[in-house]
């Protein structure tokens, strides 16, 4: 009677236990995913904010460039390792571009780029969330997957650890900041 | 107990076992009050070493006190929302539009929906999150709030409000007190029979045991112990209420940090509010818990004395901001006297 008992709590224990590590494993593929949707955003405000800005801001004519090109070369990125290239030298000349806009104080008064300038903020935060979303979904499986007892059931229906979201290499390098007062820049 | 330099992941998992444990104390307390009382009134009896009976008090103030915690969670939000007078936020301000992206990005941080996104008229700082699960949250801030935070601190307020959501504190409290009123009713129960010498007055009961003359003792001995139990459980229960309560405001703290990865945002907006502590207008003492900071009237959430602090919803801000401090690597007053998570009530 005991045995029985004890045998129905260790089913049902498993059974938990195996759920909780579908629900993991989903979350790990939707945060995923989610990335994605930010990214796609980010394409679709950058069109809006050129245009905004371009007439204010004539003199940052390769700043602005860089961006457009970079978005163009992300949207149409033939394979997996390019896209990220590409996405990562845009939130380099994004990064670039909102810094300028500080130094154009008439921006401030064009209630549109505000708002856009808001927008492409608001995105930008969202893309490192959802970067943050993802890894912590991984470490929370990983988590799950090595630790007993669960890990024997882990093993046992072949749930596999995730790979975290790695920057680019060339995320790591540390920027060269040049501060020497060599020949001034027209 | 916290080391200085614990990771809000460690910080998280300690104060979920500390809950934990108030919580089981909470039952503990519950039940012994509860079972006490039916042995009084012979509800249970010892019968051969076997417990037998049914602990029909216990039962009924739990059921009591379930059917009143059941209506305010299900009325929950909407009654809350309209005690103090809150509005739907609406994109109306670049201000507002602001508000509104941070708290969905720090649903994002959080992995769940997307709360609603409600305001108060008052000037005065402060934030407050309700709800019953994530899916019908609601977070609400203030005017005050809206008008003197930046967005790294409307991070960090957000991201703290977004932790009460995702770690079902709103429902926790409830059950707290659910047992909290259960306690209160036993003991109230307990006075009002004493008046009409419900004591003793089963010994004809006791006598079905048959194997021991010190049934009449055993008995009177129980009777006792559930008289001075009835005396302390009451306050001792508002004690550990309001314990449960402030650990969960430590928790907050440190899932704020977890999700913004920055314990600076937290840390300044919590020094922001510490200079400009000011009561809100509509805020009473049953939802006072979920704000960010205490909006009561003279909270002094400043270390106002020991007792103060026992029957405070919110720990002191001042040892909310050294914890933030020492997860943040700065300096500061010496962080293993202040930073000890279980050894104070606080």
């Given at each position: 009677m005991i045995a029985l008992v004890i045998l129905i709590v260790i089913a049902v224990y498993m059974v938990g236990v195996y759920n909780l590590l579908v629900r993991a494993r989903n979350e790990v593929d939707n945060s995923w995913r989610q990335i994605d949707v930010?990214?796609?955003?980010?394409?679709?405000?950058?069109?809006?904010?050129?245009?905004a800005v371009k007439g204010?801001?004539?003199?940052?004519?390769?700043?602005?460039?860089?961006?457009?090109?970079?978005?163009?070369?992300?949207?149409?990125?033939?394979?997996?390792?390019?896209?990220?290239?590409?996405?990562n030298q845009l939130t380099a000349g994004l990064g670039r571009l909102l810094a300028v806009m500080e130094n154009y104080p008439q921006l401030k008064s064009d209630q549109n780029v505000m708002q856009l300038q808001e927008q492409l903020t608001t995105t930008e935060n969202q893309?490192?969330?959802?970067?943050?979303?993802?890894?912590?979904?991984?470490?929370?499986?990983?988590?799950?997957?090595?630790?007993?007892?669960?890990?024997?059931?882990?093993?046992?229906?072949?749930?596999k650890p995730a790979e975290y979201f790695k920057a680019a290499p060339e995320d790591q390098a540390l920027p060269k900041v040049d501060l020497s007062l060599g020949t001034p820049h027209t | 107990m916290a080391a200085p330099h614990d990771s809000f992941w460690e910080l998280e998992r300690?104060?979920?076992?500390?809950?934990?444990?108030?919580?089981?104390?909470?039952?503990?307390?519950?039940?012994?009050?509860?079972?006490?009382?039916?042995?009084?009134?012979?509800?249970?009896?010892?019968?051969?070493?076997?417990?037998?009976?049914?602990p029909l008090l216990t039962i009924i103030a739990l059921v009591i006190g379930s059917i009143q915690s059941l209506v305010s969670y299900f009325g929950g939000a909407a009654l809350v929302l309209a005690s103090v007078h809150a509005r739907p936020l609406l994109p109306d301000s670049p201000k507002e539009q602001t508000v509104?992206?941070?708290?969905?990005?720090?649903?994002?941080?959080?992995?769940?929906?997307v709360p609603r996104a409600y305001v108060i008229d008052d000037a005065a700082p402060?934030?407050?999150?309700?709800?019953?699960?994530?899916?019908?949250?609601?977070?609400?801030?203030?005017?005050?709030?809206?008008?003197?935070?930046?967005?790294?601190?409307?991070?960090?307020?957000?991201?703290?409000?977004?932790?009460?959501?995702?770690?079902?504190?709103?429902?926790?409290m409830m059950m707290i007190a659910v047992l909290v009123g259960g306690i209160?009713?036993?003991?109230?129960?307990?006075?009002?029979?004493?008046?009409?010498?419900?004591?003793?007055?089963?010994?004809?009961?006791?006598?079905?045991?048959?194997?021991?003359?010190?049934?009449?003792?055993?008995?009177?001995?129980?009777?006792?112990?559930?008289?001075?139990?009835?005396?302390?459980a009451p306050i001792f229960s508002q004690l550990l209420a309001m314990a449960?309560?402030?650990?969960?405001?430590?928790?907050?703290?440190?899932?704020?940090?977890?999700?913004?990865?920055?314990?600076?945002?937290?840390?300044?907006?919590?020094?922001?509010?510490?200079?400009?502590?000011?009561?809100?207008?509509?805020?009473?003492?049953?939802?006072?818990?979920?704000?960010?900071?205490?909006?009561?009237?003279?909270?002094?959430?400043?270390?106002?004395?020991?007792?103060a602090n026992l029957l405070s919803t919110h720990p002191p801000l001042s040892k909310r901001i050294a914890r933030l401090r020492a997860v943040a690597g700065e300096g500061g007053p010496d962080i293993a006297a202040v930073a000890v998570a279980g050894a104070s009530p606080a």
């Open positions: 930010q990214l796609k955003r980010r394409h679709d405000l950058i069109p809006n904010l050129v245009e204010y801001m004539q003199f940052e004519r390769d700043t602005l460039t860089q961006v457009v090109e970079a978005r163009g070369k992300a949207i149409s990125a033939p394979d997996q390792a390019s896209r990220v290239a590409a996405e893309i490192a969330f959802s970067r943050q979303a993802y890894n912590d979904a991984v470490l929370n499986l990983n988590n799950r997957i090595q630790s007993f007892p669960s890990n024997l059931i882990a093993n046992n229906f072949g749930f | 300690k104060n979920r076992r500390e809950t934990a444990l108030l919580v089981v104390v909470f039952i503990l307390l519950f039940t012994a009050l509860g079972c006490g009382l039916d042995f009084v009134f012979g509800n249970l009896r010892i019968i051969d070493d076997q417990i037998t009976g049914v509104l992206d941070v708290v969905g990005e720090m649903a994002l941080a959080a992995r769940m929906p402060n934030a407050f999150a309700t709800g019953r699960d994530p899916q019908h949250s609601v977070i609400c801030v203030t005017r005050g709030l809206i008008d003197e935070m930046d967005r790294e601190e409307l991070q960090g307020v957000l991201g703290h409000e977004m932790a009460h959501v995702r770690d079902y504190d709103i429902r926790t209160a009713m036993l003991a109230d129960f307990v006075y009002r029979w004493s008046w009409y010498g419900g004591f003793g007055a089963r010994d004809g009961r006791g006598d079905r045991d048959s194997s021991s003359g010190g049934s009449g003792n055993a008995a009177a001995l129980i009777a006792v112990a559930v008289f001075i139990l009835a005396a302390l449960v309560s402030r650990q969960r405001e430590y928790l907050a703290d440190a899932a704020s940090v977890e999700f913004t990865r920055n314990p600076r945002a937290l840390l300044r907006a919590l020094e922001h509010l510490a200079q400009t502590e000011s009561p809100l207008k509509h805020a009473s003492r049953g939802i006072a818990h979920l704000f960010i900071v205490n909006p009561l009237e003279g909270a002094g959430d400043d270390g106002e004395g020991f007792f």
